[in-house]
Each structure stands twice: as C-alpha cells, then as structure tokens.
C-alpha cells in the first residue's frame, strides 16, 4: 500500500511552499490581492471560494522582505531535513494531517484563521524533536541549541492555552495534536529509556559508594579503612573476606 502511495507523494514539498509564499507575497506588495484573500474562512469557503481550504499555507511569514528571507531559509532548512529523514509521502502525509486539522478546527468552530502560525509550528516541533542538539545563531551571533528554543517555545504554548483567546487555543490544539500524532511513539519510548538510563545511572552511583571488601568479622570495610589490607580465607566455604586483624585469626566456616 506504502509503495502504491509513493508516487503520489510530492518531492521537495517545502520548496513548493515557500515558492507559493514568494508568490503571494509579490502579490500582496503589489497590491492585487490583501491578505485576507487568502484567510482560512469556511463562511466564505460555503459561498464557492474554496482555495481558502488551501490558501492559507501561503499566507507570507512577515511584511519585512528581510524577515521573511530568513523565515523562509529557516522553513526550508526544518522542511527539508524532515523530508530527508522520513522520506516524501511520511513527510507529505504529515503537512497534510496539519492542514486538514487546522480546516477542521475552522469548520466545527467558526474561526476565520488568518495565519499559518500554528501550522508552520508543527513543523518546528518536529524538526526540534528529531535534531534536539542543532545549533542556531540566535540574533546571528549567540550559538544555542535547538531544544532550548523548543523548550522556550513549550512555555509559550502552556501560557497560550491558559490565557490565550479560544480560537487561539483551539489552533494551538490541533497543531499539537499533529505532532502528537506522529510523535507518540517516540515520546513513550524516549521516556522509557531515559527512565531506564536513570535507573542505572542510580544504581552506577550507588554502588561506587559500596564497599567492594568487608570483614565478616567485624564489618570494617575498604571505603571507612582505604588503607587497610583484605584478603580471602580459600578454607572458609564459601570463602569470606577478612581484613588484616582477622585474616589469621578466625575459625574457618564450613557450610
């Protein structure tokens, strides 16, 4: 079935947008469209203007020609990375479970969605889950990684879903739901091991502070006594360690 799709899947999808977004954005520049010609409105979508269903993935990142070059390398840089590492249709399919989320949110709730925000965010996320350690130059000069602006990026979409408007809060949703989607799996296993990593890690430390050679006699052991000798009674069965006070001076046990 996967093979059958394959050749219905776009190749280099992300250029595709950003193409169309260069597009519009001459468009809207020369004024022969606004941007809410573009707007996700399902009471005009109703009325036969059904490019709205679409349209607004091209909706252009900013007005300044300078912010939107540099949104645009950073669209490409996320997109084409997730394209190379899932492959075209995993990569389409997931474009395409963003959109259809964000017109169904459009549909049952009456939003009119002028930006593709929270569509492109979904994209981020993704890129930043799979390539956590990706340095960016933060204001072209200051080197952080990736995770923290994810990080950053998480408490910002915890405060919107506390305080932001509804409509807010339901795009938010459904770009999250998409990552979700995707991620789960990923998610439950990476938390499993970390556990896991932690447990021995646990353990590791614990038993770097246990002794390794105790006295069966009277406990003295090689961490409380670095200096002190132990050695291994082979007459005792089974053998016991002994430090240097008892080594010659116990009585053998025998089970």
């Not at 260069?22 to 996700?40: P, Q």
């Not at 899932?86 to 963003?98: E, F, K, Q, R, S």
């Not at 965010?121 to 956590?132: E, G, V």
């Not at 000798?229 to 009585?251: A, G, L, T, V």
Request: hydrophobic residues 45%; charged residues 15%; contains cysteine.
């Amino acid at each position: 079935m996967k093979n059958k799709l394959h050749k219905y899947a776009i190749n280099n999808l992300t250029l595709f947008i950003i193409i169309g977004q260069v597009i519009t954005y001459l468009a809207i520049n020369s004024g022969y469209i606004t941007y809410s010609d573009l707007s996700l409105s399902y009471s005009l979508i109703v009325n036969g203007e059904f490019w709205r269903v679409v349209s607004f993935v091209f909706i252009p990142p900013a007005t300044s020609p300078i912010w939107s070059l540099l949104s645009w390398y950073i669209l490409y840089l996320m997109g084409s990375n997730l394209e190379h590492f899932w492959g075209a249709l995993h990569y389409n399919t997931y474009i395409l479970v963003a959109v259809v989320l964000t017109n169904l949110t459009a549909y049952f709730f009456k939003l009119s969605i002028g930006t593709n925000y929270y569509f492109q965010s979904s994209i981020f996320l993704a890129f930043a889950f799979l390539n956590p350690n990706f340095t960016v130059r933060l204001f072209f000069i200051l080197p952080i990684k990736i995770k923290w602006i994810a990080l950053i990026t998480w408490i910002f979409y915890a405060w919107a879903l506390i305080f932001g408007s509804l409509g807010a809060k339901l795009l938010l949703i459904a770009s999250l739901a998409n990552f979700i989607i995707f991620f789960s799996k990923d998610i439950f296993y990476k938390i499993k091991y970390r556990g896991s990593g932690l447990k021995r890690k646990i353990e590791y430390e614990m038993s770097k502070n246990s002794p390794k050679h105790s006295c069966f006699i009277c406990n003295k052991n090689d961490i409380d006594n670095p200096h002190s000798e132990f050695r291994y009674c082979s007459k005792c069965n089974p053998e016991q360690c002994y430090c240097e006070d008892h080594i010659k001076n116990h009585n053998h046990i025998s089970e």
